[in-house]
């Protein structure tokens, strides 16, 4: 009688925390990801170095770089694992010293002449948003050497 009595006791105390912890979840605070994969063109041909940034509402960005063939794959905390779901503002860099670091990773990279209108390299001024859903996104992210 005294062990029903107390598994039932526990069973009151355990519930309610047992519901909290579902609603809240056991994740380790990480926003949802979804793969991001894209080719940045400008004036229609593919940027051959650079970076791409996918900046959410809230959050930590995701970032890429641009390989010979304009193509990216965004990270935010892992190789490849993606960019947050939701609404991302974009911001692309293309300087000069962008490309060498591209062509040897270990060597030193100063920025240098910038290669691409200013406007794209602020998330503030790209004009550049991308919805990315959690089944993921293929982007094509169009650029103008007119701005």
């Known amino acids: 009688m005294v062990e029903k ?14 519901l909290l912890v579902t609603l809240c979840g056991c994740g380790d605070g990480r926003p949802q990801l979804a793969p991001v994969t894209g080719q940045v063109l400008l004036d229609g041909k593919p940027l051959t ?7 959410p509402d809230k959050g930590q960005p995701a970032t890429g770089v641009i390989g010979a063939d304009g193509k990216f794959q965004l990270s935010t905390f892992d190789p490849g694992d993606g960019a947050a779901v939701g609404r991302n503002r974009v911001r692309v860099t293309c300087y000069e010293g962008q490309k060498a670091a591209a062509e040897n990773p270990d060597a030193e990279m100063a920025l240098g002449r910038l290669l691409i209108p200013t406007k794209y390299t602020s998330i503030d001024t790209s004009g550049i948003v991308v919805e990315v859903d959690s089944s993921g996104k293929e982007v094509t992210i169009e650029l103008s050497s007119r701005g």
Do not use: A, D, E, Y
Not at 5 to 12: I, L, P, V
Not at 49 to 55: A, E, L, R, S, T
């Open 5 to 18: 009595m107390w598994n039932m006791s526990c069973t009151k105390l355990l519930l309610p925390l047992i």
């Open 49 to 55: 170095f650079g970076g791409v940034m996918f900046q």
